[in-house]
Protein backbone atom coordinates (compact mmCIF):
# COMPACT_ATOMS: atom_id res chain seq x y z
CA UNK A 1 0.00 0.00 0.00
CA UNK A 2 1.50 3.90 -0.94
CA UNK A 3 1.85 5.52 2.31
CA UNK A 4 0.40 8.58 2.79
CA UNK A 5 3.02 11.30 4.36
CA UNK A 6 1.67 15.14 5.52
CA UNK A 7 4.18 18.03 4.55
CA UNK A 8 3.25 20.43 6.91
CA UNK A 9 5.75 23.46 6.27
CA UNK A 10 4.99 27.14 5.45
CA UNK A 11 5.79 27.43 1.60
CA UNK A 12 5.72 31.57 1.59
CA UNK A 13 8.99 30.83 2.87
CA UNK A 14 12.24 30.04 0.53
CA UNK A 15 13.46 28.06 3.15
CA UNK A 16 9.97 25.99 3.32
CA UNK A 17 9.69 25.76 -0.61
CA UNK A 18 13.47 24.60 -0.68
CA UNK A 19 12.95 21.73 2.25
CA UNK A 20 9.44 20.46 0.57
CA UNK A 21 11.24 20.05 -2.90
CA UNK A 22 14.04 18.08 -0.61
CA UNK A 23 11.37 15.56 0.81
CA UNK A 24 9.64 15.50 -2.39
CA UNK A 25 12.77 14.49 -4.38
CA UNK A 26 13.26 11.89 -1.87
CA UNK A 27 9.91 10.94 -2.71
CA UNK A 28 9.89 10.57 -5.94
CA UNK A 29 13.26 8.18 -6.22
CA UNK A 30 12.38 5.95 -3.05
CA UNK A 31 8.82 5.90 -3.20
CA UNK A 32 5.69 6.13 -4.16
CA UNK A 33 4.36 8.04 -1.70
CA UNK A 34 0.90 9.81 -1.72
CA UNK A 35 2.06 13.53 -0.17
CA UNK A 36 0.03 16.26 1.18
CA UNK A 37 1.36 19.86 1.43
CA UNK A 38 -0.62 21.67 4.11
CA UNK A 39 1.68 25.44 4.23
CA UNK A 40 -0.46 26.72 6.93
CA UNK A 41 1.04 24.44 9.62
CA UNK A 42 -0.15 21.93 12.02
CA UNK A 43 -2.55 24.72 14.10
CA UNK A 44 -4.81 25.00 11.35
CA UNK A 45 -5.92 21.67 10.84
CA UNK A 46 -5.95 21.42 14.68
CA UNK A 47 -8.28 24.33 14.92
CA UNK A 48 -10.32 22.92 12.40
CA UNK A 49 -11.18 19.23 14.17
CA UNK A 50 -9.15 17.70 11.09
CA UNK A 51 -7.66 14.10 12.10
CA UNK A 52 -4.37 13.59 10.53
CA UNK A 53 -5.42 11.28 8.30
CA UNK A 54 -2.01 10.18 7.20
CA UNK A 55 0.93 7.69 7.99
CA UNK A 56 3.73 9.92 8.44
CA UNK A 57 4.67 13.17 9.15
CA UNK A 58 7.38 16.05 7.91
CA UNK A 59 6.60 19.20 10.23
CA UNK A 60 7.67 22.61 11.46
CA UNK A 61 6.85 21.99 14.60
CA UNK A 62 6.63 25.12 16.45
CA UNK A 63 4.72 25.03 19.46
CA UNK A 64 3.79 22.61 22.59
CA UNK A 65 0.25 21.91 21.49
CA UNK A 66 1.25 21.05 17.85
CA UNK A 67 3.90 18.79 19.38
CA UNK A 68 0.97 17.08 21.95
CA UNK A 69 -1.23 16.94 19.43
CA UNK A 70 1.13 14.79 16.58
CA UNK A 71 2.34 12.48 19.97
CA UNK A 72 -1.65 11.86 20.66
CA UNK A 73 -1.65 10.75 17.11
CA UNK A 74 0.82 8.34 17.47
CA UNK A 75 2.24 8.34 13.87
CA UNK A 76 6.11 8.63 12.84
CA UNK A 77 6.80 12.48 12.53
CA UNK A 78 10.12 14.40 11.93
CA UNK A 79 10.82 18.25 13.21
CA UNK A 80 12.43 20.35 10.63
CA UNK A 81 12.05 23.83 13.07
CA UNK A 82 15.14 24.73 15.24
CA UNK A 83 12.56 25.76 18.13
CA UNK A 84 13.77 23.88 21.46
CA UNK A 85 10.00 22.37 23.08
CA UNK A 86 10.59 21.00 26.06
CA UNK A 87 9.34 17.15 26.08
CA UNK A 88 9.65 16.95 22.73
CA UNK A 89 11.69 14.28 20.75
CA UNK A 90 10.75 14.04 17.29
CA UNK A 91 13.89 13.22 15.30
CA UNK A 92 14.92 16.46 14.23
CA UNK A 93 17.13 17.68 11.22
CA UNK A 94 18.04 21.29 11.52
CA UNK A 95 20.69 23.89 10.04
CA UNK A 96 23.91 23.58 12.23
CA UNK A 97 24.17 27.16 13.80
CA UNK A 98 27.35 26.85 14.94
CA UNK A 99 29.15 26.14 11.57
CA UNK A 100 26.63 29.26 10.38
CA UNK A 101 28.32 31.61 12.32
CA UNK A 102 31.65 30.30 11.35
CA UNK A 103 30.67 31.21 7.78
CA UNK A 104 30.13 34.84 8.99
CA UNK A 105 32.80 35.46 11.03
CA UNK A 106 35.02 34.33 8.29
CA UNK A 107 33.32 35.84 5.64
CA UNK A 108 33.82 39.49 7.93
CA UNK A 109 36.51 38.46 9.09
CA UNK A 110 38.22 38.12 5.91
CA UNK A 111 36.99 41.76 4.99
CA UNK A 112 39.15 43.13 7.67
CA UNK A 113 36.28 44.31 10.15
CA UNK A 114 37.42 44.61 13.78
CA UNK A 115 33.97 45.50 14.65
CA UNK A 116 30.76 43.41 15.03
CA UNK A 117 27.22 42.85 15.68
CA UNK A 118 24.06 40.61 16.09
CA UNK A 119 20.29 41.47 14.84
CA UNK A 120 17.43 38.73 15.90
CA UNK A 121 14.84 38.11 18.47
CA UNK A 122 16.60 37.25 21.80
CA UNK A 123 12.81 35.45 22.92
CA UNK A 124 13.75 32.60 19.84
CA UNK A 125 16.02 30.02 21.45
CA UNK A 126 17.44 29.06 17.77
CA UNK A 127 18.49 32.71 17.47
CA UNK A 128 20.14 32.75 21.14
CA UNK A 129 22.09 30.01 19.88
CA UNK A 130 23.52 31.01 16.22
CA UNK A 131 24.41 34.29 18.38
CA UNK A 132 26.19 32.58 20.90
CA UNK A 133 28.22 30.92 18.57
CA UNK A 134 28.89 33.81 17.07
CA UNK A 135 30.01 35.66 20.05
CA UNK A 136 31.91 32.71 20.81
CA UNK A 137 34.07 32.81 17.89
CA UNK A 138 34.34 36.12 17.69
CA UNK A 139 35.92 35.66 21.73
CA UNK A 140 38.17 33.41 20.74
CA UNK A 141 39.88 35.79 18.09
CA UNK A 142 40.10 38.46 20.65
CA UNK A 143 36.81 40.11 19.40
CA UNK A 144 33.59 41.29 20.92
CA UNK A 145 30.03 41.47 19.59
CA UNK A 146 27.05 44.12 19.98
CA UNK A 147 23.51 42.72 20.23
CA UNK A 148 20.30 44.24 19.11
CA UNK A 149 17.34 42.44 20.72
CA UNK A 150 14.44 44.81 19.12
CA UNK A 151 14.59 44.76 15.50
CA UNK A 152 10.95 45.56 15.47
CA UNK A 153 11.09 49.04 16.78
CA UNK A 154 12.10 50.73 14.14
CA UNK A 155 13.16 54.03 16.05
CA UNK A 156 15.37 51.95 18.57
CA UNK A 157 17.00 50.07 15.95
CA UNK A 158 18.27 53.32 13.59
CA UNK A 159 19.76 54.77 17.27
CA UNK A 160 21.40 51.82 17.80
CA UNK A 161 23.28 51.47 14.66
CA UNK A 162 23.94 54.90 14.38
CA UNK A 163 25.52 54.08 17.30
CA UNK A 164 27.29 51.76 16.33
CA UNK A 165 31.62 51.69 15.67
CA UNK A 166 31.84 51.95 12.05
CA UNK A 167 32.65 50.12 9.71
CA UNK A 168 30.85 47.56 10.93
CA UNK A 169 29.93 43.79 10.29
CA UNK A 170 26.37 42.96 11.35
CA UNK A 171 24.94 39.23 11.19
CA UNK A 172 21.19 39.29 11.06
CA UNK A 173 19.11 36.14 12.22
CA UNK A 174 17.42 35.06 8.67
CA UNK A 175 16.69 37.94 5.33
CA UNK A 176 13.56 39.76 6.50
CA UNK A 177 15.62 41.06 9.74
CA UNK A 178 18.75 41.96 7.17
CA UNK A 179 15.99 43.66 5.02
CA UNK A 180 14.83 45.58 8.13
CA UNK A 181 18.87 46.54 8.85
CA UNK A 182 19.58 47.50 5.59
CA UNK A 183 15.93 49.59 5.00
CA UNK A 184 17.43 51.49 8.77
CA UNK A 185 20.84 52.65 7.25
CA UNK A 186 19.58 53.99 4.30
CA UNK A 187 16.86 56.27 5.84
CA UNK A 188 19.03 57.51 8.58
CA UNK A 189 22.15 57.97 6.26
CA UNK A 190 24.52 54.98 7.28
CA UNK A 191 26.18 53.74 4.42
CA UNK A 192 26.07 49.79 3.19
CA UNK A 193 28.78 48.18 3.18
CA UNK A 194 30.92 51.20 3.65
CA UNK A 195 29.84 52.11 7.22
CA UNK A 196 27.61 48.99 7.78
CA UNK A 197 28.01 45.48 5.86
CA UNK A 198 25.03 43.44 6.51
CA UNK A 199 24.75 39.37 6.09
CA UNK A 200 21.60 37.31 6.58
CA UNK A 201 21.25 34.04 7.68
CA UNK A 202 19.57 31.56 5.31
CA UNK A 203 19.73 33.62 1.50
CA UNK A 204 16.66 34.63 -0.10
CA UNK A 205 17.05 35.26 -3.30
CA UNK A 206 14.17 37.37 -3.90
CA UNK A 207 14.62 38.95 -1.01
CA UNK A 208 18.51 39.83 -1.86
CA UNK A 209 17.08 41.38 -5.02
CA UNK A 210 14.17 42.94 -3.39
CA UNK A 211 16.70 44.78 -0.96
CA UNK A 212 18.96 48.04 -1.99
CA UNK A 213 21.50 47.10 -1.81
CA UNK A 214 20.91 43.62 -2.76
CA UNK A 215 21.72 41.55 0.65
CA UNK A 216 24.17 38.56 1.02
CA UNK A 217 23.15 35.69 2.96
CA UNK A 218 24.28 32.20 4.14
CA UNK A 219 22.57 29.31 1.78
CA UNK A 220 21.52 26.56 4.08
CA UNK A 221 20.94 23.17 2.74
CA UNK A 222 17.19 23.21 2.70
CA UNK A 223 17.16 20.21 0.20
CA UNK A 224 18.91 18.04 2.23
CA UNK A 225 17.31 18.80 5.38
CA UNK A 226 13.91 17.75 3.25
CA UNK A 227 15.74 14.77 1.73
CA UNK A 228 17.22 13.29 5.90
CA UNK A 229 13.75 14.30 7.43
CA UNK A 230 12.34 12.07 4.27
CA UNK A 231 14.81 9.64 4.84
CA UNK A 232 14.17 8.98 8.69
CA UNK A 233 10.37 9.10 8.20
CA UNK A 234 10.84 6.38 5.46
CA UNK A 235 12.75 4.42 8.06
CA UNK A 236 10.41 5.18 10.78
CA UNK A 237 7.69 4.03 9.04
CA UNK A 238 8.86 0.36 8.78
CA UNK A 239 9.09 0.14 12.24
CA UNK A 240 12.72 1.50 12.91
CA UNK A 241 14.10 3.01 15.94
CA UNK A 242 15.85 5.70 15.12
CA UNK A 243 18.62 6.68 17.85
CA UNK A 244 19.96 9.68 16.71
CA UNK A 245 17.23 12.68 17.81
CA UNK A 246 18.99 15.92 16.34
CA UNK A 247 20.79 15.64 12.55
CA UNK A 248 23.01 19.30 11.92
CA UNK A 249 23.10 19.95 8.40
CA UNK A 250 25.91 22.18 7.34
CA UNK A 251 25.23 25.04 5.53
CA UNK A 252 26.40 25.34 1.86
CA UNK A 253 28.23 28.54 1.26
CA UNK A 254 27.91 32.28 1.23
CA UNK A 255 26.17 33.69 -1.44
CA UNK A 256 28.11 37.86 -1.90
CA UNK A 257 25.76 40.16 -3.38
CA UNK A 258 26.55 44.28 -2.55
CA UNK A 259 25.63 44.70 1.40
CA UNK A 260 29.21 42.92 2.47
CA UNK A 261 30.87 44.12 -1.27
CA UNK A 262 33.50 46.15 0.67
CA UNK A 263 37.30 46.04 2.95
CA UNK A 264 37.42 47.51 6.18
CA UNK A 265 40.73 47.95 6.23
CA UNK A 266 42.81 51.21 6.59
CA UNK A 267 45.96 49.56 4.93
CA UNK A 268 45.07 50.55 1.37
CA UNK A 269 47.72 48.12 -0.01
CA UNK A 270 46.52 45.27 1.54
CA UNK A 271 43.24 46.57 0.55
CA UNK A 272 44.28 46.41 -3.00
CA UNK A 273 45.93 42.91 -2.27
CA UNK A 274 42.51 41.42 -1.36
CA UNK A 275 41.16 43.01 -3.97
CA UNK A 276 43.37 41.18 -6.46
CA UNK A 277 42.59 38.03 -4.27
CA UNK A 278 38.93 38.58 -4.80
CA UNK A 279 39.00 39.03 -8.41
CA UNK A 280 41.86 36.74 -9.18
CA UNK A 281 41.37 33.55 -7.15
CA UNK A 282 40.18 31.44 -9.68
CA UNK A 283 43.52 32.02 -10.99
CA UNK A 284 46.80 30.28 -10.66
CA UNK A 285 47.90 32.99 -7.96
CA UNK A 286 51.81 33.45 -7.10
CA UNK A 287 52.57 36.00 -4.25
CA UNK A 288 54.67 37.55 -7.15
CA UNK A 289 52.37 38.86 -8.93
CA UNK A 290 50.30 40.40 -5.63
CA UNK A 291 53.76 42.00 -4.91
CA UNK A 292 53.89 43.44 -8.35
CA UNK A 293 51.48 45.22 -7.66
CA UNK A 294 52.19 46.04 -4.36
CA UNK A 295 55.87 46.22 -4.04
CA UNK A 296 57.52 45.25 -0.53
CA UNK A 297 59.20 42.20 1.07
CA UNK A 298 57.14 39.55 0.97
CA UNK A 299 57.81 38.98 4.74
CA UNK A 300 55.77 42.53 5.28
CA UNK A 301 53.09 41.33 3.22
CA UNK A 302 52.18 38.44 5.25
CA UNK A 303 52.99 40.26 8.39
CA UNK A 304 50.63 43.72 7.14
CA UNK A 305 48.03 41.13 6.03
CA UNK A 306 48.04 38.94 8.66
CA UNK A 307 47.19 41.60 10.60
CA UNK A 308 44.61 43.46 8.58
CA UNK A 309 42.47 40.10 8.17
CA UNK A 310 43.62 37.52 10.11
CA UNK A 311 45.06 35.11 7.95
CA UNK A 312 48.16 34.13 5.57
CA UNK A 313 47.46 34.96 1.65
CA UNK A 314 47.40 31.56 0.92
CA UNK A 315 44.57 30.93 3.80
CA UNK A 316 43.03 33.47 2.23
CA UNK A 317 42.79 32.03 -1.37
CA UNK A 318 41.92 28.09 -0.18
CA UNK A 319 39.14 29.84 1.87
CA UNK A 320 37.60 31.85 -1.74
CA UNK A 321 38.30 28.61 -3.56
CA UNK A 322 36.64 26.21 -1.13
CA UNK A 323 33.87 29.03 -0.91
CA UNK A 324 33.03 29.15 -4.51
CA UNK A 325 33.15 25.59 -4.83
CA UNK A 326 30.84 24.74 -1.91
CA UNK A 327 28.31 26.12 -3.60
CA UNK A 328 29.17 24.95 -7.39
CA UNK A 329 29.28 21.14 -6.19
CA UNK A 330 25.80 21.68 -4.59
CA UNK A 331 23.93 23.77 -7.24
CA UNK A 332 25.31 22.28 -10.36
CA UNK A 333 25.84 18.99 -12.32
CA UNK A 334 28.83 19.90 -13.60
CA UNK A 335 31.76 17.56 -13.12
CA UNK A 336 34.01 18.13 -10.06
CA UNK A 337 37.34 18.18 -12.37
CA UNK A 338 35.86 21.04 -13.72
CA UNK A 339 34.70 22.48 -10.81
CA UNK A 340 38.01 22.30 -9.86
CA UNK A 341 39.95 24.27 -12.57
CA UNK A 342 37.52 27.11 -12.20
CA UNK A 343 37.69 27.50 -8.44
CA UNK A 344 41.47 27.92 -8.89
CA UNK A 345 42.34 24.18 -8.16
CA UNK A 346 45.43 23.20 -9.48
CA UNK A 347 43.96 19.45 -9.84
CA UNK A 348 41.19 17.33 -8.60
CA UNK A 349 43.82 15.67 -6.04
CA UNK A 350 44.53 18.94 -4.45
CA UNK A 351 40.90 20.17 -4.18
CA UNK A 352 39.92 16.74 -2.97
CA UNK A 353 42.96 17.24 -0.40
CA UNK A 354 42.02 21.01 1.10
CA UNK A 355 38.62 19.53 1.34
CA UNK A 356 39.26 16.78 3.50
CA UNK A 357 41.40 19.48 5.59
CA UNK A 358 39.35 21.78 6.25
CA UNK A 359 35.60 20.42 5.66
CA UNK A 360 36.51 16.35 7.08
CA UNK A 361 35.75 15.26 3.57
CA UNK A 362 35.85 14.95 -0.27
CA UNK A 363 34.33 17.10 -2.57
CA UNK A 364 32.10 14.08 -3.46
CA UNK A 365 31.09 13.45 -0.59
CA UNK A 366 30.33 16.86 0.11
CA UNK A 367 28.52 17.44 -3.16
CA UNK A 368 26.25 13.90 -1.87
CA UNK A 369 25.30 15.29 1.67
CA UNK A 370 24.53 18.92 -0.04
CA UNK A 371 21.88 17.15 -2.56
CA UNK A 372 20.45 14.56 0.24
Known amino acids: MVPTVLISIDTATTWGRR ?10 QNGPWHVRIEPDGLAKRMAAGKPLAADGVVARIGSQAEAEWLKMARKPAVNVSSINLERVDFPRVITNQAASAKVAADLFRGRGFSHFAYVGNPAAGYVQVQFAH ?3 ILAEQGQTCAFFAESDNEKKLAEWLRALPKPCGVF ?3 PSMGRQVIDACLENGIRVPDDVAVLGSDFDDLLSRASYPPQSGIRYACEQIGGQAASLLARMMRGEKIADRDVEVEPLGVVEALSTDTLAVEDRRM ?23 NPMSRRAMERRFRRAFGCTVAEQIRQQRINRARLLLTSTDEPITLISEKCGFSSYNYMSRVFNEVLGMSPREFRNRGRA
Open 19 to 28: IVSGVLDYAH
Open 134 to 136: FEE
Open 172 to 174: CWG
Open 271 to 293: ADAMRFILKNYDQPIRMEEILKS
